[in-house]
């Protein structure tokens, strides 16, 4: 067999695996499992620490994830890390997530728009 012929049939193989595993909600959570991991650069193990660490909640407002995605299922911890360098922070819900953000990651405007709210 060729190494063409080799890679086109790794490639069914992939495809073929890919979809059984898309088939059932457990297969889809594993696939999602698998490319946060993959873009993170964790383990299994960091991912179960960070989890365990937060106690499943978000590490700013301490609530369990509520936002859904498209099809009606209560979406995971989004992993919070900083742009810059890549290191991982922790563990937020969407809103809080999309929060910081929305304010470029800022301390400093985080800040200003906390004494904002608090002077209104």
């Given at each position: 067999m060729t190494g063409r012929k080799r890679w086109a049939k790794q490639q069914e193989y992939s495809r073929a695996y890919k979809a059984r595993l898309m088939s059932t909600p457990e297969g889809r959570a594993e696939l999602a499992l698998r490319r946060r991991l993959h873009r993170y650069k964790m383990t299994r193990d960091e991912y179960a620490a960070l989890t365990a660490a937060a106690e499943n909640r978000c590490m700013i407002?301490?609530?369990?994830?509520?936002?859904?995605?498209?099809?009606?299922?209560?979406?995971?911890?989004?992993?919070?890390?900083?742009h810059e360098t890549g290191r991982i922070r922790g563990l937020l819900c969407n809103t809080c997530n999309r929060a910081i953000g929305l304010l470029r990651d800022s301390p400093t405007l985080l800040r200003e728009a906390a004494k904002y709210l608090e002077g209104s």
């Open positions: 407002c301490g609530n369990e994830e509520t936002a859904v995605d498209g099809k009606g299922n209560v979406k995971t911890l989004s992993v919070d890390h900083c």
